[in-house]
């Protein structure tokens, strides 16, 4: 099979939710990452063989947000897409998917990526069709029950991370000292301007004067520290550990690579950033959902031949800083080279474009220090996970 190469990869800055990229839909996330991956991989709105977005919250957005987001960036008309929906991990199945078309012969040039805005998830009403004569009439909010909830055993995301956190003996401190180093990574990263070069300008309209460029991480939290985290609360259970600090946020933003054939970034002229090497999806309990890409990067690199202590940089999504310390540890990976610039406990976790957003940061700072070889991954709600390794010439 032919080399399946990322020609380019972006992704915008990441908003707080109901902060700066509130009132901008999904779609127009995506499409600000569609047409500017297009732009850095020299690739014409004619040339695009099928565009790959993930998204979870599509409640009342409109059919098919990845054909909106396609149109919206000038992609020809002509050019398929497909929207999926594997929750956390959408946005790296969607590269996969990319790269089995590819690989296949199916497509030359893909894009892929994922886009969310969780502040514009809107609050339904179930069984108005038939109306409701007598008593209270709750809403319910889709953001929680499509995106946050465990519907085998009808609790929340927090609780799995609070099964992690009991069976593989992760305590507080050891969260909350994760939770930090992630913020205090993530800022360190802000300043040196090492998201710079992977950060497209969302340009916000305003009801008067010029729109407003929003191009840099807002929910990095610069001020907080071991006593504030120590302060907060548990958030799902009184006697837990899992608290708004140790957390991940809920977000707003896109990403999108171009995934290519070898053959076809020759053409083109494009300098990879990366090959993809090999990909795994996984299913496990999910009770202890937040475990799944322990198992998805051990297949990867059984399917690679890599050892784990061979690649150089990983990028695994931090969805609770309770199942993020057990795959480091059930892993026995050396932390210095996981989530270098913070993860999405800082940064923060648009869930449909996660999966996307990580490989982007993975694949830029691969390019920084020179590094060889790369791995994404992240837990899936329902029980699965994703892993993904790239490798630079």
């Known amino acids: 099979m032919e080399d399946i190469v990322i020609i380019s990869a972006v992704r915008t ?52 947000p990845a054909r ?9 008309k002509k050019t398929p897409a497909l929207t999926i929906n594997a929750v956390c991990g959408s946005g790296l199945k969607a590269v996969m998917l990319a790269a089995q078309a590819v690989g296949q012969g199916d497509a030359e040039i893909v894009v892929a990526g994922g886009q969310e805005n969780m502040s514009l998830s809107p609050h339904v009403l179930n069984g108005s069709r038939d ?9 319910t909010d889709t953001m929680i029950v499509d995106g946050l909830w465990d519907v085998y055993n009808q609790y929340h995301m927090g609780i799995t991370a609070e099964n992690v956190a009991k069976e593989f003996q992760i305590d507080r401190d050891k969260q909350d000292a994760f939770a930090l180093a992630s913020q205090q990574k993530a800022a360190a990263a802000q300043d040196a301007g090492k998201f710079d070069e992977e950060i497209v ?6 009801r008067k004067g010029d729109p407003v460029a929003f191009k840099a991480d807002e929910y990095i939290n610069r001020k907080t520290n071991g006593e504030a985290l120590a302060s907060l609360k548990p958030a799902f ?4 550990s899992v608290t708004a600090g140790n957390a ?20 083109l002229g494009a300098e990879p950033l990366a090959r993809i090497v090999g990909f795994a999806t996984v299913g496990l309990d999910p009770k202890i959902m937040g475990m799944g890409p322990m198992h998805a990067v051990r297949k990867v690199l059984a399917k690679t031949g890599w050892k784990a202590e061979e690649v150089d940089l990983f990028e695994l999504n931090e969805a609770f800083a309770a199942q993020a310390c057990a795959v480091n540890q059930e892993l026995g990976l050396d ?16 869930i449909g474009a996660s999966g996307a957003r990580i490989l ?10 020179g590094s060889k070889r790369g791995i994404a991954g992240l837990c899936i709600g329902g029980g699965m996970g994703v892993a993904l390794a790239v490798e630079r010439a």
């Open 360 to 369: 982007v940061t993975l694949l830029h700072e691969m390019k920084r220090r």
């Open 248 to 267: 991940s946020g809920l977000n707003d933003g896109a990403a999108a690579l171009v995934i290519a054939s070898a053959k076809k970034a020759k053409e």
């Open 201 to 206: 300008t969302v340009q916000i309209p305003q």
């Open 335 to 350: 932390t210095s080279k996981v989530n270098v610039n913070g993860g999405a406990i800082a940064i923060g976790h648009p």
């Open 68 to 76: 909106q987001a396609m149109i919206k960036a000038g992609v020809d």
């Open 131 to 139: 109306g409701q004569r007598m008593g209270d009439w709750k809403m």
């Open 13 to 64: 800055a990441v908003g707080k939710f109901g902060g700066s990229l509130a009132k901008v839909p999904a779609t127009d996330l995506g499409a600000t990452v569609i047409e500017e991956a297009l732009a850095r991989a020299n690739v014409g709105a004619d040339q695009v063989d099928e565009v790959i977005m993930g998204q979870v919250l599509a409640a009342g957005v409109g059919q098919n």
């Open 237 to 240: 259970d009184k006697a837990g």
